[in-house]
T-cell receptor, first 112, second 113 residues
């Protein structure tokens, strides 16, 4: 199993550009989530999904959209990038909310 | 949300036991306590989870007092490779729960030779 994979590993965007951060897992996990990590602030939950077709907002959802058309994939879309979205983004998955979350390697995003 | 408070940083020497305490004064009845470890440029990795008293696995122990308002992660005989950030996470992990999971700022543990 590859576990949780994220692409790209690093991305530079200009303000106003849009992009999609990809996340995929091959463990048949129902629960998937996106976090952002800023220096000194730990991880903050952006969006999460409890299964295909079901998504919900986390702590800091503004500026981000998600969808869950399959169990395996949970892309995160930035509609109009802003410098405040410069961060490291982690995707995580687990069998359910009660279970251990497995994190991907992260995507480092720089918005100029 | 059950807010957590941890020391920002700790130093230790190889071979010593390290105890990292997390305060969570407003923990709810259905909340569990989970600890994650994160190395630079990697995603967090699960260490241990507990609800009350003591839990032990092959890498750590978790001590939770009766009032559950704090917890202590104990790492026996640390090595240089244990240098990492440790997060205390408190949340309701029940299926269908709408409560969000919250990571604190973490504790930077530095193990010195």
């Amino acid at each position: 199993n590859a576990g949780v994979t994220q692409t790209p590993k690093f991305q530079v965007l200009k303000t106003g550009q849009s992009m999609t951060l990809q996340c995929a897992q091959d463990m048949n996990h129902e629960y998937m989530s996106w976090y952002r990590q800023d220096p000194g602030m730990g991880l903050r939950l952006i969006h999460y999904s409890v299964g295909a077709g079901i998504t919900d907002q986390g702590e800091v959802p503004n500026g981000y959209n998600v969808s869950r058309s399959t169990t395996e994939d949970f892309p995160l879309r930035l509609l109009s990038a802003a410098p405040s979205q410069t961060s490291v983004y982690f995707c995580a998955s687990s069998f359910s909310r009660q279970e251990t979350q497995y994190f991907g390697p992260g995507t480092r995003l720089l918005v100029l | 949300l059950a807010k957590t408070t941890q020391p920002i940083s700790m130093d230790s020497y190889e071979g010593q036991e390290v105890n990292i305490t997390c305060s969570h004064n407003n923990i709810a009845t259905n909340d569990y306590i989970t600890w994650y470890q994160q190395f630079p440029s990697q995603g967090p990795r699960f260490i241990i989870q507990g609800y009350k008293t003591k839990v032990t696995n092959e890498v750590a122990s978790l001590f939770i007092p009766a009032d559950r308002k704090s917890s202590t992660l104990s790492l026996p005989r640390v090595s240089l490779s244990d240098t990492a950030v440790y997060y205390c996470l408190v949340g309701d992990f029940r299926a269908g729960s709408a409560r969000q999971l919250t990571f604190g700022s973490g504790t930077q543990l530095t193990v010195l030779p």
